[in-house]
């Protein structure tokens, strides 16, 4: 069982869980803007039998909101774990509390990043991850690890009990602020059968922010999507050309006439610009849920309600659906030093 919002997919994991005694429940009582749940079957293809509604997906960060860690042995590293993992899952449940669909877990916050961080970004992540899922079992749940450590995603969200990776560099190479990222399909679709974790979906980056794209100009957007879609993605993240930058509303189009599996869009959505995003399947907000709007600051509870309780959003909610991502904790040294 699983929200309308929520691709059949993620649904499976949500059975995997065991939740379905506490949906059927839920689905006893009125309906809330986001309370309606519909049974699916394990075998059912991605994303194919719910209603095509708007997900909110929210990023975690030591603050209310979008979940941003900053793990030992980075830079400005500060905090033990324990106090990572508790404001953490204080922050998902802000999120959940205002009624976004979903959370990605990402540790944002470990600049500079590495292209191979080491074990120790993995186990935190893992067992952040872990601590998130026991705060909310029913809530679809994501995480990315940067930079482009997507099999290190895989093992995490299958560690974890998690439902799906945000994947960069999956189709074609770019160069990015850590370095030249190529391609990764191959390798990761063959490690995450190795490993037993088919049920961990995978939404991949395409022409992804922060990075250049000369030695791919030649390939439209649309074309890349569809190289993600012919490698086995399982959905394809549109964004704009930094974080909180807004995506291209006509690339979005092209996009999704390309392709058939969900489009979601990763970056600048807001309350002002969300009436462009109609035509997505998925909302990944960050920037817009945190205080002035700005990515490193806390969560602000009310900005994130009043955007999943506004007219325009609902409108959006009846063609696509939202998504919000963890950001482990911050340090009060990173929220002060907001222009690294």
Same mark, same amino acid.
């Given at each position: 069982?699983? /929200?309308?919002?929520? !691709? ?8 995997? =869980? ?10 006893? &009582? ?52 324990? &106090? ?8 998902? @449940? $802000? ?17 500079? *990043? ?5 074990? @120790?970004? /993995? ?10 899922? #026991?705060?909310?079992?029913? %809530?679809?749940?994501?995480? #990315? ?5 997507? #099999? ?13 990776? =945000? ?24 490690? =995450? ?7 961990? &979906? ?13 030695? $791919?100009?030649?390939?439209? %957007? ?16 549109? $964004?704009? /050309?930094? /974080? ?6 006509? &690339? ?10 969900? %489009? ?36 602000? !509870? ?10 325009? *959003? ?6 696509? @659906? ?13 929220? @002060?030093?907001?222009?690294?």
């Amino acid at each position: 069982m699983v /929200t309308a919002a929520l !691709p059949s997919s993620l649904a499976c994991q949500a059975k995997e =869980r065991d939740v379905t005694k506490a949906c059927h429940k839920e689905i006893e &009582q009125p309906l809330s803007k986001f309370a309606l749940y519909v049974p699916v079957s394990v075998c059912q293809s991605p994303w194919m039998s719910c209603p095509k509604l708007l997900l909110s997906m929210g990023l975690v960060c030591a603050c209310p909101g979008v979940s941003s860690i900053i793990l030992a042995g980075t830079p400005r590293s500060s905090l033990p774990l324990s &106090q990572i993992i508790d404001q953490a899952c204080q922050e998902a @449940e $802000t999120y959940k509390d205002a009624g976004v669909d979903g959370l990605i877990v990402e540790n944002m916050h470990d600049v500079p *990043y590495m292209v191979c961080p080491g074990p @120790e970004v /993995t186990a935190a992540m893992a067992v952040l991850g872990a601590a998130i899922r #026991q705060s909310c079992p029913r %809530v679809p749940l994501g995480v #990315q690890v940067l930079c482009a450590a997507n #099999q290190q995603a895989i093992a995490i969200a299958l560690a974890a009990g998690l439902d799906f990776i =945000r994947a960069e560099g999956f189709v074609f190479s770019h160069v990015a602020d850590e370095g030249i990222i190529n391609a990764c399909a191959g390798d990761l679709l063959r490690y =995450r059968k190795h490993i037993g974790a088919e049920n961990i &979906q995978i939404f991949a980056d395409i022409k992804k922010k922060h990075s250049a794209h000369a030695l $791919t100009a030649d390939v439209s %957007v649309a074309q890349t999507a569809a190289a993600a879609q012919l490698f086995l993605a399982n959905g394809v993240v549109l $964004t704009g /050309t930094a /974080t909180g930058h807004p995506a291209d509303p006509q &690339q979005l189009r092209e996009v999704k006439h390309a392709v058939k599996i969900p %489009v979601l869009v990763g970056s600048g959505v807001t309350l002002e610009n969300v009436k462009n995003y109609l035509d997505a399947d998925a909302l990944i907000i960050g920037s817009y849920f945190k205080k002035e709007g700005y990515w490193a600051n806390a969560v602000d !509870p009310d900005r994130a309600a009043h955007f999943c309780g506004t007219h325009s *959003y609902h409108q959006c909610k009846a063609s696509s @659906e939202i998504l919000c991502e963890i950001f482990s904790p911050i340090s009060k040294e990173l929220m @002060e030093f907001k222009n690294f």
